[in-house]
Nanobody, 116 residues
């Protein structure tokens, strides 16, 4: 059974930092892309950051220069380091994992709240 589990969310003041972690298990075949998306109340889910199996990264425009993404292929984990947080970063953050058969798996999400 597939499990994608996020951790590390919480409440932080503007300007602070948080680190989100995601671990995937039970996924058949090679994991390809891993990434983070977020969804604020009343808004669509959008890409925050992604990283390919080869380490290529991409970021949403609003987080470039503030967030960083990394992965550990041996441990099936992906991390999101979030710095200089702003109130508009408040959202539920979701981890997404894809495999070589184009399977797509999502975590349950973790809440990030940035107070002004």
């Amino acid at each position: 059974q597939v499990h994608v589990v996020e951790s590390g969310g919480g409440l932080v003041q503007a300007g602070g930092s948080l680190r989100l972690s995601c671990v995937a298990s039970g996924i058949i075949y090679s994991i390809n892309n891993m990434g983070w998306y977020r969804q604020a109340p009343g808004k669509q889910r959008v890409l925050v950051a992604g990283i390919s199996s080869g380490g290529r990264t991409n970021f949403g425009d609003s987080v470039k220069g503030r967030f960083n993404i990394s992965r550990d292929n041996a441990k099936y984990t992906v991390n999101l380091q979030m710095n200089s947080l702003k109130p508009e970063d408040t959202a539920v953050y979701y981890c997404r994992v894809t495999n070589s058969l184009n399977g797509e798996y999502w975590g349950q999400g973790t809440q990030v709240t940035v107070s002004s």
